[in-house]
């Protein structure tokens, strides 16, 4: 009868490709708990808008590619933390929402500049050319609606625009799609809709100098 010996360290893996996968596995489980921290801290005021808002999207774009790695083995991020009894719901959250906390409910911002105008202004009409040339898969989409979403929340009354809860929605719905899925053709017709209102009334609120 073999012998279990209490000073030999327990491998988890006999072979190189093991190995790697609890690497990428133990990777992702850094990024969500980094990003659990992230979230209390900004809700506690520890860091500051400007300090959040980047890493945290850092954060996101390292928890996508990570995702991507480890495919076979994580079917879902609640599938993951259940496995491993990971208790970090405020990372959760912001993982299902895609952006960060600053994007979702808007900020008080700076003083608009004719730059960010402009900028905005290009993103909702990239967006909305994208679906009017029949784009439709979430990986065609959602990049940028991401950085529309992001530039419009930067002007200070947006939080108060009806669009930008309409857009923020949608964002959250095409982030929890998987990368080759597609929007049907009534959805595509009421997200241009809804982007195009967002757009006019972007350029009614810029008309009464209260971007």
């Not at 390292?62 to 599938?79: I, P």
């Not at 912001?94 to 202004?121: D, F, L, Y």
Request: charged residues 25%; contains cysteine; negative net charge.
């Amino acid at each position: 009868m073999a012998t279990i010996s209490l000073d030999e360290e327990v491998r988890l893996y006999t072979t190189n490709a093991e190995r790697e996968k609890y690497t990428l596995l133990s990777t992702l489980y850094g990024i969500i708990v980094a990003l659990d921290y992230l979230e209390r801290a900004y809700v506690r005021d520890s860091i500051t808008a400007a300090e959040y808002s980047p890493a945290c999207t850092r954060l996101l774009g390292q928890y996508q590619t990570m995702l991507k790695l480890v495919s076979d083995e994580v079917k879902s991020v609640e599938q993951f933390m259940e496995r491993y009894r990971m208790d970090n719901p405020a990372a959760l959250h912001r993982i299902k929402v895609g952006v960060p906390a600053t994007v979702e409910h808007s900020s008080e911002g700076g003083p608009e500049t004719g730059k960010w105008i402009a900028e905005t202004t290009q993103n909702f009409i990239t967006f909305m050319d994208a679906l009017k040339l029949r784009m439709r898969a979430k990986d065609q989409l959602h990049p940028i609606l991401q950085e529309l979403v992001t530039g419009y929340a930067r002007f200070k009354g947006s939080k108060d625009w009806e669009g930008r809860g309409k857009m923020v929605s949608w964002l959250i719905s095409l982030n929890s799609m998987k990368a080759s899925e597609e929007i049907t053709e009534e959805q595509s017709r009421q997200l241009l809709f809804d982007v195009d209102h967002a757009y006019a009334e972007f350029f009614r609120s810029l008309g009464k100098g209260e971007p």
